[in-house]
Protein backbone atom coordinates (compact mmCIF):
# COMPACT_ATOMS: atom_id res chain seq x y z
CA UNK A 1 0.00 0.00 0.00
CA UNK A 2 2.81 2.16 0.99
CA UNK A 3 4.70 1.79 -2.16
CA UNK A 4 1.79 2.21 -4.40
CA UNK A 5 1.07 5.65 -2.36
CA UNK A 6 4.47 6.81 -3.19
CA UNK A 7 4.53 5.68 -6.40
CA UNK A 8 1.51 7.57 -7.16
CA UNK A 9 2.91 10.98 -5.12
CA UNK A 10 5.66 10.79 -7.71
CA UNK A 11 3.57 10.34 -11.14
CA UNK A 12 2.07 13.47 -9.26
CA UNK A 13 5.19 15.25 -9.00
CA UNK A 14 6.61 14.40 -12.22
CA UNK A 15 3.29 15.78 -13.83
CA UNK A 16 3.26 19.16 -12.17
CA UNK A 17 6.97 19.59 -13.11
CA UNK A 18 6.11 18.99 -16.84
CA UNK A 19 3.19 20.92 -16.75
CA UNK A 20 5.48 23.75 -15.19
CA UNK A 21 7.75 23.16 -17.77
CA UNK A 22 5.03 23.12 -20.73
CA UNK A 23 3.44 26.48 -19.42
CA UNK A 24 7.05 28.02 -19.56
CA UNK A 25 7.38 27.31 -23.20
CA UNK A 26 4.10 27.87 -24.13
CA UNK A 27 3.91 31.38 -22.72
CA UNK A 28 7.51 32.04 -23.51
CA UNK A 29 9.86 33.23 -25.87
CA UNK A 30 9.60 36.11 -28.38
CA UNK A 31 6.70 38.04 -29.32
CA UNK A 32 5.29 37.51 -33.09
CA UNK A 33 6.74 40.30 -35.58
CA UNK A 34 3.31 40.04 -36.83
CA UNK A 35 1.88 41.57 -33.87
CA UNK A 36 4.35 44.10 -32.99
CA UNK A 37 4.56 45.18 -36.76
CA UNK A 38 0.04 45.54 -36.43
CA UNK A 39 -1.09 49.07 -37.44
CA UNK A 40 -2.09 51.55 -34.00
CA UNK A 41 -5.60 52.18 -33.90
CA UNK A 42 -4.62 55.68 -34.06
CA UNK A 43 -1.08 57.52 -34.61
CA UNK A 44 1.05 58.02 -31.56
CA UNK A 45 1.97 61.16 -30.11
CA UNK A 46 5.83 61.27 -30.17
CA UNK A 47 5.75 64.94 -29.87
CA UNK A 48 4.57 64.88 -26.36
CA UNK A 49 6.61 66.46 -23.50
CA UNK A 50 5.35 63.70 -21.02
CA UNK A 51 7.18 60.60 -19.53
CA UNK A 52 4.08 58.42 -20.44
CA UNK A 53 1.51 59.75 -22.44
CA UNK A 54 -1.89 57.92 -22.56
CA UNK A 55 -4.88 58.27 -24.96
CA UNK A 56 -7.92 56.39 -24.51
CA UNK A 57 -10.38 55.84 -26.84
CA UNK A 58 -14.01 55.27 -26.99
CA UNK A 59 -13.17 51.39 -28.61
CA UNK A 60 -10.95 48.44 -26.82
CA UNK A 61 -7.26 49.83 -27.63
CA UNK A 62 -5.43 52.91 -25.90
CA UNK A 63 -2.05 53.91 -27.08
CA UNK A 64 1.04 54.78 -25.10
CA UNK A 65 4.28 56.29 -25.33
CA UNK A 66 6.72 56.07 -23.43
CA UNK A 67 9.92 57.78 -23.06
CA UNK A 68 12.86 55.38 -22.20
CA UNK A 69 15.70 57.67 -22.39
CA UNK A 70 18.52 56.19 -19.32
CA UNK A 71 16.57 53.00 -19.60
CA UNK A 72 18.39 49.68 -20.57
CA UNK A 73 14.76 47.79 -20.13
CA UNK A 74 11.10 47.72 -19.38
CA UNK A 75 9.12 44.82 -18.06
CA UNK A 76 5.67 44.59 -18.85
CA UNK A 77 3.65 42.24 -16.51
CA UNK A 78 0.07 42.79 -14.66
CA UNK A 79 -0.70 42.09 -11.65
CA UNK A 80 -3.86 39.41 -10.48
CA UNK A 81 -4.91 38.36 -7.25
CA UNK A 82 -4.63 34.08 -7.60
CA UNK A 83 -2.15 33.46 -10.38
CA UNK A 84 0.75 36.16 -9.56
CA UNK A 85 2.24 38.46 -12.11
CA UNK A 86 0.89 37.70 -15.77
CA UNK A 87 2.61 38.91 -18.89
CA UNK A 88 1.41 42.45 -19.96
CA UNK A 89 0.06 41.78 -23.73
CA UNK A 90 0.31 44.50 -26.44
CA UNK A 91 0.91 44.94 -30.05
CA UNK A 92 1.87 47.83 -32.65
CA UNK A 93 5.51 48.47 -31.20
CA UNK A 94 6.96 51.20 -32.48
CA UNK A 95 10.36 52.95 -31.33
CA UNK A 96 11.54 56.93 -32.54
CA UNK A 97 15.20 57.19 -32.38
CA UNK A 98 16.12 60.62 -30.75
CA UNK A 99 16.59 61.75 -34.34
CA UNK A 100 12.91 61.50 -35.29
CA UNK A 101 12.99 58.33 -37.17
CA UNK A 102 10.52 56.02 -36.26
CA UNK A 103 10.59 51.83 -36.83
CA UNK A 104 8.22 49.08 -35.96
CA UNK A 105 8.92 45.67 -34.11
CA UNK A 106 11.06 43.78 -37.03
CA UNK A 107 13.03 46.90 -37.46
CA UNK A 108 13.61 47.25 -33.96
CA UNK A 109 14.96 43.37 -33.50
CA UNK A 110 17.30 44.00 -36.42
CA UNK A 111 18.79 46.75 -34.82
CA UNK A 112 19.89 45.08 -31.17
CA UNK A 113 16.53 45.58 -29.32
CA UNK A 114 14.62 42.60 -28.14
CA UNK A 115 10.75 41.63 -27.09
CA UNK A 116 10.42 38.28 -25.67
CA UNK A 117 7.36 37.23 -22.98
CA UNK A 118 8.11 34.57 -20.32
CA UNK A 119 5.42 33.20 -17.78
CA UNK A 120 5.25 36.29 -15.60
CA UNK A 121 6.14 39.44 -17.98
CA UNK A 122 7.16 40.57 -21.10
CA UNK A 123 10.30 42.10 -21.40
CA UNK A 124 11.88 45.03 -23.89
CA UNK A 125 15.28 45.73 -23.92
CA UNK A 126 17.21 47.95 -25.88
CA UNK A 127 19.80 48.29 -27.69
CA UNK A 128 23.28 50.11 -27.32
CA UNK A 129 22.31 52.56 -30.23
CA UNK A 130 19.21 53.42 -28.63
CA UNK A 131 19.93 55.89 -26.41
CA UNK A 132 17.17 58.39 -25.85
CA UNK A 133 14.30 57.31 -27.58
CA UNK A 134 10.73 56.41 -26.99
CA UNK A 135 8.82 53.43 -27.39
CA UNK A 136 4.85 53.53 -28.49
CA UNK A 137 2.34 50.54 -27.85
CA UNK A 138 -1.48 49.87 -28.29
CA UNK A 139 -3.17 47.47 -25.52
CA UNK A 140 -6.93 46.11 -24.60
CA UNK A 141 -8.32 48.76 -21.95
CA UNK A 142 -11.56 50.73 -21.22
CA UNK A 143 -11.69 54.52 -20.46
CA UNK A 144 -14.69 53.42 -17.84
CA UNK A 145 -12.25 51.38 -15.86
CA UNK A 146 -8.58 52.16 -17.01
CA UNK A 147 -5.79 50.88 -14.98
CA UNK A 148 -2.25 51.11 -15.60
CA UNK A 149 0.91 50.05 -13.55
CA UNK A 150 3.86 52.57 -13.26
CA UNK A 151 6.23 50.84 -16.37
CA UNK A 152 8.53 53.98 -16.34
CA UNK A 153 8.69 56.99 -14.02
CA UNK A 154 7.97 60.74 -14.21
CA UNK A 155 5.31 62.67 -15.64
CA UNK A 156 2.68 61.00 -16.39
CA UNK A 157 -0.96 62.33 -19.09
CA UNK A 158 -3.63 60.16 -19.69
CA UNK A 159 -6.14 62.08 -22.30
CA UNK A 160 -10.35 60.74 -21.96
CA UNK A 161 -11.68 60.35 -25.04
CA UNK A 162 -14.20 63.19 -26.16
CA UNK A 163 -17.75 63.47 -24.22
CA UNK A 164 -15.57 61.72 -21.46
CA UNK A 165 -15.71 62.99 -17.73
CA UNK A 166 -14.17 62.16 -14.04
CA UNK A 167 -15.87 65.14 -12.42
CA UNK A 168 -19.08 63.43 -10.74
CA UNK A 169 -17.91 60.92 -7.50
CA UNK A 170 -18.49 57.66 -7.46
CA UNK A 171 -18.86 57.45 -10.84
CA UNK A 172 -15.98 59.15 -11.76
CA UNK A 173 -12.42 58.45 -9.99
CA UNK A 174 -8.23 59.25 -10.43
CA UNK A 175 -5.59 57.68 -8.66
CA UNK A 176 -2.94 59.18 -7.40
CA UNK A 177 -3.88 62.38 -6.05
CA UNK A 178 -1.80 65.48 -7.08
CA UNK A 179 -3.36 65.45 -10.43
CA UNK A 180 -4.51 67.96 -12.69
CA UNK A 181 -7.04 68.52 -15.57
CA UNK A 182 -7.00 70.70 -18.41
CA UNK A 183 -9.33 70.43 -21.39
CA UNK A 184 -7.34 70.27 -25.08
CA UNK A 185 -9.02 70.12 -28.28
CA UNK A 186 -12.58 69.27 -26.23
CA UNK A 187 -11.04 66.18 -24.03
CA UNK A 188 -10.07 66.25 -20.79
CA UNK A 189 -6.34 65.60 -20.24
CA UNK A 190 -5.07 64.34 -16.97
CA UNK A 191 -1.75 65.16 -15.62
CA UNK A 192 0.68 64.23 -12.86
CA UNK A 193 3.84 65.87 -12.78
CA UNK A 194 5.65 62.59 -10.86
CA UNK A 195 4.12 58.99 -10.41
CA UNK A 196 7.35 56.79 -9.37
CA UNK A 197 5.19 53.53 -7.73
CA UNK A 198 1.84 52.16 -7.56
CA UNK A 199 -0.44 52.26 -10.63
CA UNK A 200 -2.26 54.96 -12.52
CA UNK A 201 -6.65 54.52 -11.95
CA UNK A 202 -8.89 56.45 -14.13
CA UNK A 203 -12.86 55.45 -14.04
CA UNK A 204 -14.57 58.46 -16.10
CA UNK A 205 -18.26 58.30 -17.78
CA UNK A 206 -19.72 59.68 -20.68
CA UNK A 207 -21.66 63.14 -19.71
CA UNK A 208 -24.63 61.17 -21.31
CA UNK A 209 -24.80 58.53 -19.17
CA UNK A 210 -25.24 60.81 -15.94
CA UNK A 211 -29.27 60.50 -17.89
CA UNK A 212 -29.10 57.05 -17.24
CA UNK A 213 -27.66 56.94 -13.71
CA UNK A 214 -30.20 59.42 -12.81
CA UNK A 215 -33.15 57.20 -14.36
CA UNK A 216 -31.83 54.46 -12.35
CA UNK A 217 -31.96 56.11 -9.35
CA UNK A 218 -35.43 57.08 -9.44
CA UNK A 219 -36.80 54.20 -10.95
CA UNK A 220 -34.74 52.84 -7.50
CA UNK A 221 -36.52 55.28 -5.52
CA UNK A 222 -39.98 54.50 -6.29
CA UNK A 223 -39.07 50.66 -6.37
CA UNK A 224 -38.30 51.33 -2.05
CA UNK A 225 -41.63 53.57 -1.66
CA UNK A 226 -43.49 51.16 -3.19
CA UNK A 227 -41.84 48.00 -1.21
CA UNK A 228 -41.83 50.04 2.09
CA UNK A 229 -45.71 50.78 1.63
CA UNK A 230 -46.27 47.15 0.30
CA UNK A 231 -44.75 45.93 3.46
CA UNK A 232 -46.28 47.98 5.79
CA UNK A 233 -50.02 47.03 3.99
CA UNK A 234 -49.03 43.47 4.53
CA UNK A 235 -47.90 43.86 8.27
CA UNK A 236 -51.49 45.87 9.15
CA UNK A 237 -52.98 42.60 7.19
CA UNK A 238 -51.01 40.57 9.57
CA UNK A 239 -52.41 42.59 12.56
CA UNK A 240 -56.03 42.29 11.65
CA UNK A 241 -55.60 38.49 11.64
CA UNK A 242 -54.02 38.26 15.13
CA UNK A 243 -57.20 40.57 16.61
CA UNK A 244 -59.77 38.38 14.72
CA UNK A 245 -58.21 35.26 16.45
CA UNK A 246 -58.49 36.89 19.51
CA UNK A 247 -54.48 36.76 20.10
CA UNK A 248 -52.54 39.92 21.69
CA UNK A 249 -51.39 42.60 19.31
CA UNK A 250 -49.12 45.10 21.08
CA UNK A 251 -49.64 48.99 20.42
CA UNK A 252 -49.53 51.94 21.78
CA UNK A 253 -53.47 52.43 21.73
CA UNK A 254 -53.55 49.63 23.76
CA UNK A 255 -51.75 50.96 26.87
Known sequence: MNRR?????????????????????NDGGEVAN???????????DFATDRDATINLSTGTQYTAVY?????DEVRFYRQTPYTGDQPFEFEAFRYQFPDGE??????????????????????VRFGDEMEGGRMAISASGS??????????????AVTL??????DVPIVGH???????????????????????SGSVVVQSYRETDLLVFGVILVIAAIAAVIGTAYFRRQLEELRERRRQMGLGVYEDDEE
Open 5 to 25: FALAVAVVAVLAVSAGCLTYV
Open 34 to 44: ETLDAEPPHAY
Open 67 to 71: NVSGV
Open 102 to 123: VVNGSEFRARGGEIERTPDETW
Open 143 to 156: PRRFTTLTYVEGSY
Open 161 to 166: PPGFST
Open 174 to 196: VSPRGYEIETVDGRDRITWDSVT
